[in-house]
């Protein structure tokens, strides 16, 4: 344990850990290796190889003039772009598919941690409640606040309300 890190606290940490390395064991050695590439392929120097290489085809297929592999208007490095282009938003894609299953779990995880937060935060305003109640020195008073906070949340009702509420999405009026 770090000084300073409370015992709960590093039993949060490796428990988030643990996820994380549940998560990584889950990925086939594909997925891996598409990630792995989309990593690199991620990065500044790939955008400049990119504008240096069309730079370069384009130049030398000027420079060759009348025996250019490629002439004006470079029909051949069009469909190289197109083919690299479609590959690097089918490996993003997938890249971004896993995310978004992860990023889903970790939401229901946040949200069942909420809820359970939630009810343990309304048990202790109801004992806190009943323990002033039973308490002769405190004076006794009735907190309509107190007696709502101490009420449990229906998630359902909450969504609902929130639903009804919200304006309706762009394209689903």
Not at 135 to 150: C, K, S, W, Y
Request: charged content about 25%; hydrophobic content about 40%; cysteine-free.
């Amino acid at each position: 344990m770090n000084e300073g890190t409370h015992a709960h606290v590093e039993e949060a940490i490796d428990s988030i850990a643990e996820l994380e390395r549940r998560a990584q064991d889950a990925m086939s050695p594909h997925q891996r290796w598409i990630e792995r590439v989309t990593r690199r392929i991620g990065r500044p120097r790939v955008v400049y190889f990119t504008v240096g290489f069309a730079v370069a085809w384009i130049a030398l297929n000027l420079a060759l003039n009348r025996h250019a592999f490629d002439p004006n208007p470079f029909p051949l490095l069009d469909l190289v772009l197109q083919l690299v282009s479609l590959l690097l938003v089918v490996l993003v894609l997938t890249t971004e598919s896993r995310s978004a299953q992860i990023e889903l779990q970790r939401r229901r995880l946040d949200l069942q941690i909420n809820l359970l937060t939630e009810r343990r935060t309304a048990k202790l305003i109801e004992m806190v409640d009943a323990l002033r109640r039973d308490l002769p020195n405190i004076p006794t008073h009735h907190d309509p606040e107190v007696r709502a906070l101490g009420e449990r949340t229906d998630p359902q009702a909450i969504a609902q309300a929130i639903e009804e509420r919200s304006p309706p999405e762009p394209g689903n009026e």
